[in-house]
């Protein structure tokens, strides 16, 4: 046997192979991987060859089926003829069927930023996180503005996609950062802000605000939240950062609105903090601000009607009744709704969210409702005139013990309310409740101004008094003394 032949002999047993196999390797010149042959037959019948044609119909129409919905309708459709197991096999076939005959899918092409050209903004809803306020739910959105060169991003805190949020947060990035991008892009806002009744309006006002700031608009396509993209995934990883900062925080609960604030702002700078060597780069390029701030607030002017009512932004709103056939300059914030009178602001109102709300004030009507007592069962915004839920209580316990004058024993206790503070009367209400004071001699007007005249100290709902029991009764439970009647 020759050198070579003992030599290949060794390496085939060192590699585990009988030598007649490594020699037709050697002979052949290939790679054990490229002398293998392609599988062209199946190893088993094919389910799915009778409906296949039923299937790429179906998928041809509809390229948005998944394979798991048309394999619940065969399965509907031709009882038992289908095992559940099969469905992965239909998921490989239509896998497969729709990389190489199906439709063409959409491209997303990488865009290389340049630094100083361009800010994204949206909003975004943060309800999911399950954030409360003083233990109540806090469903609210954050307006989210992002340079996507410096990835340096900024949110300001709202409740709806209006303009007034859209102008407060935008304009509260680019003061914080301290210049303007060329250009400005955002989604199609302009129908979903004020309906398609006001987009001209919207338009235009969103116009004077870019060209306050020098900024050129953008808006992306219809239906292509894609083309914001920065900002869409800025959004998810946002909220996954403010996820991971509830949990370190042990509590999604807040005491006040703006501790929240604050823990957003905080949890902002941090993630800026990363991006400070870009940001620095970034900010040769952005345009100087100008000398201030454009006003956010959108003005109306309403008149207010015989109810003592204005309707602002398709809401409601009382205002005191001596405005009424007045003409008033309603200015609508982010937040709040300030109603001006003759150069004075004579209102200042928490703007409500949506439309078709309403906000009536027992104070503003309370004079003429205790002439009018009458006009109180069937008043169309009653329910606002209950400011606790035990003014409630009181409404519904004098309907029960006096019902022909329930509506003026309870109008003379909510004047009282306007009077002498609605607190104060809240808690001498409590006091009556839970002494049972619930007939109409004791539980009227006459009976709260008592308690508040005489200046006694309600204790707090958390004070709960419990008697001392002595040990000794244990004692003679244990020593048999006390006798147990049958």
């Not at 806002?189 to 004020?194: E, F, K, L, P, R």
């Amino acid at each position: 046997m020759s050198k070579i032949e003992k030599n290949q002999e060794l390496a085939a047993a060192k590699a585990g192979m009988d030598p007649k196999t490594a020699l037709k390797y050697l002979s052949d010149g290939r790679l054990p991987s490229e002398m293998q042959k392609d599988r062209t037959w199946r190893t088993r019948p094919d389910a799915f060859q009778k409906v296949w044609e039923e299937i790429r119909e179906m998928v041809t129409a509809n390229p948005g089926l998944e394979a798991k919905t048309l394999f619940e309708a065969l399965q509907r459709k031709y009882p038992g003829e289908f095992a559940d197991g099969q469905l992965r096999t239909l998921q490989r076939r239509l896998k497969q069927w729709r990389a190489t005959e199906g439709p063409e899918r959409e491209v997303f092409f990488a865009q290389q930023h340049v630094a100083g050209r361009l800010g994204q903004s949206d909003f975004t809803h943060m309800t999911a996180l399950g954030i409360t306020i003083g233990r109540q739910s806090f469903p609210h959105m954050l307006y989210h503005f992002v340079l996507p060169y410096s990835n340096w991003e900024s949110v300001s805190l709202c409740y709806s996609e209006s303009f007034e949020s859209l102008s407060e947060g935008l304009q509260n990035a680019l003061w914080e950062l301290g210049g303007a991008p060329l250009e400005h892009r955002t989604d199609r806002m302009s129908t979903a802000v004020n309906n398609t009744s006001q987009e001209r309006e919207f338009t235009s006002r969103y116009g004077a605000l870019l060209r306050h700031y020098k900024m050129t608009g953008q808006k992306i396509q219809t239906g292509k939240p894609n083309e914001n993209g920065d900002v869409e995934q800025r959004h998810y990883r946002l909220k996954r950062a403010v996820e991971q900062a509830l949990l370190l925080r042990d509590s999604r609960d807040f005491e006040t609105v703006q501790e929240y604030k604050e823990f957003l702002r905080a949890l902002l700078v941090q993630l800026n903090a990363g991006r400070r060597e870009r940001l620095r780069v970034e900010m040769q390029y952005l345009r100087p601000l100008p000398g201030g701030r454009l006003e956010s607030i959108k003005r109306e002017r309403v008149r207010v009607d015989s109810g003592s009512l204005i309707y602002v932004d398709r809401n409601t709103y009382s205002v005191h009744s001596r405005l009424i056939g007045e003409k008033v300059e309603a200015r609508i914030g982010v937040e709040q709704i300030e109603v001006w009178y003759g150069g004075q602001q004579v209102e200042h109102l928490p703007r409500l969210r949506g439309r078709g709300k309403h906000r009536v004030d027992y104070r503003h009507i309370i004079d003429w409702l205790v002439r009018k007592p009458g006009a109180f069962s069937n008043y169309r915004y009653r329910e606002d005139l209950f400011p606790t839920s035990r003014f409630r209580m009181v409404w519904d316990a004098l309907c029960e013990a006096a019902p022909l004058r329930a509506n003026k024993r309870y109008l003379e206790i909510l004047e009282l309310a306007a009077k002498e503070g609605e607190a104060r009367v809240d808690e001498a209400l409590r006091s009556l409740l839970e002494q049972g004071e619930m007939g109409e001699g004791k539980l009227n007007a006459d009976a709260v101004a008592g308690i508040l005249a005489a200046g006694a100290t309600v204790p707090p709902v958390t004070v709960v008094e419990v008697t001392e029991v002595s040990l000794a009764a244990f004692d003679q439970l244990l020593d048999g003394s006390t006798e147990v009647v049958q």
